[in-house]
């Protein structure tokens, strides 16, 4: 026998009995027991798994000794939280950082047993030899083996030459520089090695690339550590190509600007036209808008860059400034890493018609917006920071409105911030919370909210923000009214006040309002974006802001509070890329979910119980309170009951389904609708709501009369 013990998150250990103890894979949790095919023992955990001949089934665990059916459904309505990553968005996830063995099928655990060594010490040396002898030598570590003859695996080979200290790395390219280049470069250097954030964050560096189709990134070669320029590692490129396509892109330290496509030759009077119509409405319209002083451009100095009628160009305005680039200096401009990060891994592209070829550049080009910026521009914001959790990103937040320990925040007395986030805001940041009473709609009294705020005087702590909640948790998924939101904007203007606003959940008012996300947060100073909840993401939320704003949550006190609150995040495009994906093809799909609940609201309300009641006017989006009379079941009955599955429901219902709910409070059970619901699920969750229901409604015979 078997026994798996996990939280929802972790393995704890895996028993055997045979008294071995070994981990198990994240997220499944078995039991194997010598029992009748197609039935176990159930144990009281949440969930269990069953192991018969071969085959896993999904089977219940709601009390301890009793049989249950293989195809009972399993529909987990406790929170939008509880989402798993769809093979689409495992995709994204894998293809963004991370090799797809992340998130592959979990392999068996095998206990390892000691084995001879695969290799002799006479192999160890020829294949040492044959990777380092010769230009470039051999470096796909499949083909030395083969070449070699070698009776041993691919990661064996790549274990001997790391044991040598040889790694595979790319293969230097170098410039070939004259004493004056060297000067030219040092005197740069010198110029501007001191110049601070302030003047960095004015410069975009431009540059032009030709993409072929035959472009096979990056040469990579066996080397030893601090031997990266010498000849052996130093390759010639090649510049044959089938399809070529020039295209002129920029960035700046806020990250990548635009690239647009090349026709024909590129002269210095096409370029001239590409910066007239092309680069100064972009940095004007869209990437600069609000910049007071000239911006300052960086281009090498190719012939056509430093043609007359470019340089005429140039000295006529005032609004972009040359910098003065030294001679062989393109290796400096960091616009070549885009370049080399873009040509990295197209070895198998093989497009063969140029329209092709710039669909692949954009496509890559557009990967380089951050998730930061697709969601600034989404909630009409100019920056955006991605941490992991919502309840971070309202700390960094409230924390960065509220500098000064002994701050005060007002907000409602039923928000996420005040009851569900630990206390963090005056835990870690030393801020006061005052509380306004919440009104059902989530809303609250702005003429008590006016009475709230501390005159000046040194027995007060001092007011410093106004924190709102759209869609509001406890208020049951209630989309704060728009207009309320405008006039809250209105009356803090008016005491000098910022707004932050936790729209964990923003995209679903959004969606029941039909308007854009950034109209429901215009009034508001910052807010709050969650991709781990509706969006279906597995970690992730999102601040957005303005640049100021932003910048200090990150350069001055968001640093601090990203590494001291386990926040510091290392190759985090993995989680960025399940972001972008929720937003691209979930947000879309949140009308499904409201749709699904108002279906649930209505099964409860049919019923006909005085026990059991719910709004369905009053649940906009995809969260459904039900209202328990205490006195006869208490939420918590509620949820136990739906949590398991008896012969008789088995048969009145044709079928086994548990559904999890959340008890909220004494009175009150949660369920939440999320994408991973199907249409089948929600019929089936619906017939077992009324059928529970009934049995537990003491007014209520077993038809429901």
Not at 98 to 114: C, N, Q, S, W
Not at 279 to 305: C, E, K, M, Y
Not at 395 to 421: F, N, P
Not at 477 to 493: F, I, N, Q, Y
Request: glycine content about 8%.
């Amino acid at each position: 026998m078997t026994l798996a013990l996990m939280t929802s998150s972790y393995v704890i250990q895996t028993f055997t009995g045979r008294g071995e103890e070994r981990p198990f894979p994240l997220q499944r949790l078995v039991f194997y027991a010598g029992t009748v095919p197609g039935q176990a023992i159930v144990i009281g955990v949440p969930a269990v798994w069953l192991r018969c001949e071969g085959r896993e089934v999904r089977t219940m665990a709601a009390t301890t000794g009793k049989s249950v059916p293989q195809s009972c459904v399993v529909v987990d309505l406790r929170s939008d939280t509880q989402t798993q990553p769809s093979p689409l968005m495992k995709k994204a996830m894998t293809e963004a950082l991370l090799g797809g063995e992340v998130f592959g099928e979990d392999p068996a655990v095998k206990a390892r047993r000691p084995r001879q060594r695969a290799t002799t010490f006479e192999e160890d040396q020829r294949i040492i030899e044959a990777a380092t002898e010769g230009e470039h030598a051999i470096t796909n570590a499949v083909h030395l083996r083969n070449t070699l003859g070698l009776d041993a695996s691919v990661d064996t080979v790549r274990r001997r030459l790391h044991a040598a200290n040889l790694h595979c790395r790319v293969a230097a390219k170098k410039e070939l520089l004259t004493d004056a280049h060297r000067a030219s470069r040092l005197a740069f250097a010198e110029q501007h090695a001191n110049k601070g954030l302030d003047f960095w964050s004015q410069v975009i560096f431009c540059d032009e690339k030709t993409f072929r189709s035959s472009d096979h990134g990056r040469v990579r070669v066996w080397r030893r550590d601090n031997t990266r320029y010498e000849p052996r590692n130093i390759c010639t490129e090649t510049r044959s190509g089938h399809v070529t396509c020039n295209v002129f892109g920029w960035i700046s330290m806020h990250g990548v600007g635009d690239v647009v496509n090349i026709e024909g030759r590129f002269t210095a009077a096409k370029y001239v036209d590409l910066l007239d119509n092309f680069l100064l409405p972009s940095l004007r319209d869209r990437h600069f808008p609000a910049h007071p002083g000239p911006i300052i451009f960086v281009q090498d100095r190719s012939p056509i860059h430093t043609a007359r009628v470019v340089r005429q160009w140039f000295a006529g305005r005032d609004d972009l400034v040359l910098l003065d680039w030294p001679s062989k200096g393109c290796d400096l401009n960091p616009i070549e890493h885009v370049w080399a990060y873009m040509v990295n891994g197209w070895e198998r592209q093989r497009e063969r018609r140029p329209d092709q070829l710039l669909a692949h550049i954009n496509r890559d080009w557009e990967i380089l917006r951050p998730l930061q910026d697709k969601v600034a521009k989404l909630l009409g914001k100019e920056a955006a920071l991605f941490v992991p959790t919502g309840t971070m990103s309202n700390l960094v937040a409230v924390l960065t409105h509220c500098q000064q320990r002994g701050s005060e925040v007002i907000l409602g007395h039923l928000s996420h911030i005040h009851l569900y986030e630990q206390g963090g805001i005056s835990q870690l940041g030393g801020v006061h919370p005052r509380t306004v009473q919440n009104l059902p709609d989530g809303t609250f009294d702005l003429e008590a909210l006016r009475g709230l705020v501390r005159q000046k005087n040194d027995h007060y702590p001092t007011t410093a923000l106004v924190c709102v909640e759209n869609t509001h948790n406890v208020a049951g998924g209630k989309v704060v009214p728009l207009a309320w939101v405008d006039e809250l904007g209105a009356t803090c203007r008016e005491l000098g006040l910022p707004v932050h606003m936790d729209g964990a959940r923003l995209l679903n008012a959004a969606t029941k309002l039909d308007l854009p996300p950034e109209r429901l947060v215009r009034r508001c100073t910052s807010v709050s974006l969650s991709l781990s909840k509706g969006l279906g993401a597995p970690v992730g939320s999102v601040l957005a802001g303005s640049s100021e704003f932003i910048q200090r949550v990150t350069c001055r006190q968001g640093t601090a509070h990203k590494e001291g609150r386990r926040g510091g995040m290392q190759k985090s495009g993995m989680l960025a890329a399940a972001g972008i994906y929720g937003l691209d093809h979930v947000y879309p799909t949140l009308a499904r979910d409201h749709s699904h609940l108002q279906q649930l609201a209505r099964a409860v309300e049919e019923s006909g119980s005085k026990t059991f009641t719910c709004d369905p006017c009053g649940a906009h989006t995809n969260i459904l309170m039900i209202e328990c009379d205490p006195k006869k079941v208490t939420p918590q009955q509620l949820c136990q009951r739906m949590d398991q599955v008896t012969d008789a429901e088995v048969t009145s219902l044709e079928g086994c389904v548990i559904v999890r709910l959340l008890p909220m409070t004494n009175s009150r059970a949660r369920l939440v609708v999320h994408h991973d619901v199907t249409p089948e699920h929600i019929q089936l969750t619906a017939r077992k709501l009324q059928y529970v229901i009934r049995e537990l409604s003491p007014e209520l015979d077993s038809n429901g009369l």
